[in-house]
DNA sequence: CCATAAACGAGACGGTACGTCTTGTCTTTCT
DNA sequence: AGAAAGACAAGACGTACCGTCTCGTTTATGG
C-alpha cells in the first residue's frame, strides 16, 4: 500500500508517506492561506507566507502541495466540507417544492449571499482566475468544485421534465447553465451588478424565453 | 485622459512628457508582450523578458505602464484595433438580416473561432484572468474591451424588439448574457467544450425558453 | 569512559546503551563518511548523505557523534587502527640505526608517501582545516591523531641527545618542528611542492643550522 | 577592458560592469563581513547575513564574488591594504640591521603580537581553513596574502648570505620555512603555545642547527 | 522463552541558508 | 528630456540540510 505512487511512474521523487502526515500542520496550512488570501489578496499571499503563518516550515508545504494554488484550491474545498459538516445530517440538496422557478430563484439567492461573503469571495475568485489561465488546475477547480452543484442542478431539471415543467428536448447540462453562467460572469468579471431581482429576472427570462409566445 | 497621471496632484513624479515618447518603443513592446504571452504564458511573462525582447530599457515600460497587465492590455487593445484597421471601413457592426436568430447564431459561430486562435486566447486569457482578482483592471478590461461588443448586441436585441421578435418587457442587457455568459464560462473556465453546435443551442434554448409552450 | 555522557549532570538526555549499540552501523557509517569525503570532498558531505550511503537512521549518527567533524575524526582514526592491525605485530616504532638524519628522512619519505594517498589526504585535510576553526576539536586532534606520532620523535630526539649527536640543550619539542612543520605547511597550505628531495633538505638544514660554521 | 571577462570564455553570465560598481556597498560588505566572522565565527557568518548587516541585497554580493571565502579574502586584502595605508609612506620593508638573528626575531614578535589580535585572528583562520579543504583559494591566499611576507624574508636571507651570516648553499624559499612554519602549525593547529620566547628559540635553534658542531 | 525496552531504519517536522529570479528605483551615458 | 543599459535593495522562489521528533521493526537480553 506505501508503494502505491512510487508504482506506476515519476521517478524522480520518493513520494512522501501520507500515513505520517501532521494532521496540524495541514489544518494551519489551509488556515493560514484562506486568511491571507483574503487579508492580503491572492497575488501577495506567499508560500514563505504561509508557512511562517502557519508555524511551519517551507518544505512542509512543498512535500504536500505543488504549488500556492494547489494549497488553496485544497484549503477551499475542506473549508467547504467543514461548513456542510456543521450544516447537518441532510447538507446538500437542491430543494424541489414541485415549483422549478421558486425552487431554482430560491437556490441563486443563495449563491448570491455567498458571492457577498468575503471569506468565500477572495479565494475563489483566485482560483478562478488561475483556472482561467492554468487547465489543469481549471479542470481539477471544475471537477471538485463546481461538478457537484452543477450535478444537483441537473437532477433538479431532469426531474422538472418528468413533471413536464421543462421541455423533454431539453438538455440539463446546458440549460443549467442560463441560471449560473450569466451570475458566474458578472460576478468573476464585473460586468454587472448582482441582486437578487437580477437572479429572478434570470429564471424568468430563461423559462420562457426571449421571443413572445 | 492622457493627463490622469500628471495630474495636479501627486506631487511625486514629474510627469512624463507624452509628445516626447517613442512611438518604435512602445510598438516594439506591445509585440514583445504578445508574443511572449504567447509563447511562454502569462505567469512566465516578466517585464524584463518583455524590455529585453523588446530590445528597450525597463524604465521605459516602467514611465509609461503601471504594470504587467496594463502593458498587454493597451497591447491587446492595439492588436485588436490593428484588425479593424485592416478589416476595412465598415468594420464592426452586428449582422440583422432579420432573423435574430440566424444573426446571433452567426455572430457566435465567429466568436468561437476568435476564441480558438492561439494569438486571440492567450492575451485575452491572462487579462481576463487578471482581472478577476484585480477589480480595477478588471472593470477597465470590461469598459474598453467588452463593452463595445456588448452595445452591438443590446441594439440588435432592441432591434428585435421593435419588429416583434423579442418581448417588449425583457432587458436586453440582461438578455444578451443568455447568448454570451455561457459560452464564456465555458471557455474561461474549462466547464464543457464549445462548438458551434452548442452556440446554436444556446440560441434556440434562450429564445423560446425552457419551458413547454 | 563510554561514560562521560551519561555524566551525572545534563538532565536532558537519557544517555545511549553502548553496549547495545550496532557494530555493524558503526562501521558502515565509517565507511561512508570516509568515502563521501573522498568521492566529493568534505563540504558536500553532509550528515544526511552519510547516513543514506550507509543505510542508517540519521538518529543513529546523532545518538553517538556530535557533527560531521566528530564522525570523520572517528572513522580516520579506525582507519589509522586497521591500517596498524593490518601493519604487524610491532607496528609503529621510530627507526633507530645509530644515525639520526638518515631515520628522520626515512620517516618524512614515508610521510610524504602517505600525504599522496588520496584516502589519507581527503579526510585528513578535512579535519585539518575543522581543526583550524574549531578549537576544541582542533585539540582533540591534535591529542588523538598527531601526538602519538609526535612522541615517537621527541624520543628519536632523546635518543639522539644521549648519543650525542644532538645538542643537550635543545629542547626535542620544538627540534620536531622544523622537520614536521614546513612539510605540514607546504602539504596544507599549498605554499610549495613536496618531494623526497624536499624533507632530505629540511633534515640537512635542521641539523646543520643555516648559519656557516 | 570592460570585455576581459566576456571575452575569454563562459557563455553563462553576461559579466557585470565593474565601473558602475557601488563602491559604498562594497566597502559595507567589507565591514560586515569582516565583523561578523569576528562577532558569530567563520560557519555562522552566512552570504545572507553580510547582506543584511551590509545593508545591500544579496544578489549585489553574488554578482561580485563567487563565494563567501571569496568575500572574506578580498575583505581581508583590503583590511591590510587600509593598515599600509595608515602606516605611512615605508609601510612594509625587513628591518636588516645586520644582525640577522634579531631582525628575524623582532619580526617574529610582530607576527606573534598580530596572531592575538582578534580582527586578524578570526579571518585569517577562516581563510587558512577554507584553503586547506579548496587548494583553488588556497593558492589565491599564498598568492596574495603570503607571498609578499615570504618575498621579505627570501630578501632578508639572500642579504645575510651576501654577508656571510648564512651558508651560501641554503635555499631561501627552504629556510624561512625553519622561521615561519612552526610559528604557523602552532597557531592554526593549536599544537602548542605561542610566545616571543617560542619564537626566539626558533630563531637560534634554525641557525646553529641542532646537532653540535 | 518470551516480555520488554533500547537501538534501529525511516522519514516528517520546524527551521535556516542557499543561489536564482524578478520587481521597481536609481544612475550613467548617449542621442 | 527620453531612452538603453544595467546596478541596486528587496524579497520570494524552490531546494538542500540541519537537528529533533515520532513511528513501527528488529534485536538482545534478563525475569
Redesign the pocket.
Known amino acids: 500500500m506505501a508503494a502505491q505512487k512510487s508504482a506506476q511512474s515519476a521517478p524522480g521523487k ?1 513520494a ?2 501520507s ?4 494532521e ?3 489544518r ?1 496550512i489551509y488556515e493560514a492561506a484562506l486568511a491571507l488570501v483574503v487579508e492580503v489578496g491572492y497575488p501577495k499571499t ?4 504561509i508557512a511562517a503563518r ?7 508545504i ?3 502541495w505543488s ?2 494554488a494547489d494549497v488553496l484550491m485544497e484549503a477551499f474545498l475542506d473549508l467547504g466540507e467543514q461548513s456542510l459538516r456543521e450544516a447537518g445530517p441532510v447538507p446538500y440538496a437542491f430543494p424541489d417544492t414541485g415549483d422549478l422557478a421558486a425552487d431554482v430563484k430560491g437556490v441563486l439567492r443563495a449563491t448570491v449571499d455567498q458571492m457577498r461573503d468575503p471569506r468565500f469571495e477572495a479565494p475563489s475568485r483566485a482560483l478562478a482566475a488561475e483556472g482561467v489561465v492554468n487547465e489543469q488546475l481549471g479542470r481539477e477547480l471544475v471537477a471538485k468544485l463546481m461538478q457537484p452543484s452543477l450535478d444537483l442542478y441537473i437532477g433538479r431539471l431532469r426531474a422538472a421534465q418528468d413533471a413536464g415543467q421543462v421541455r423533454p428536448d431539453i438538455d440539463p447540462r446546458i440549460a443549467l447553465e442560463f441560471f449560473i453562467s450569466p451570475l458566474a460572469q458578472r460576478w468573476l468579471q464585473h460586468t454587472g451588478p448582482i441582486s437578487y431581482e437580477y437572479t429572478d429576472t434570470l429564471v424568468d427570462y430563461a423559462l420562457h424565453g426571449l421571443a413572445p409566445r
Open positions: 520518493p512522501p508517506d500515513t505520517r502526515r501532521s496540524k500542520s495541514r494551519a506567499t508560500i514563505e507566507g502557519a508555524g511551519v516550515g517551507k518544505q512542509t512543498y512535500r504536500w504549488s500556492k
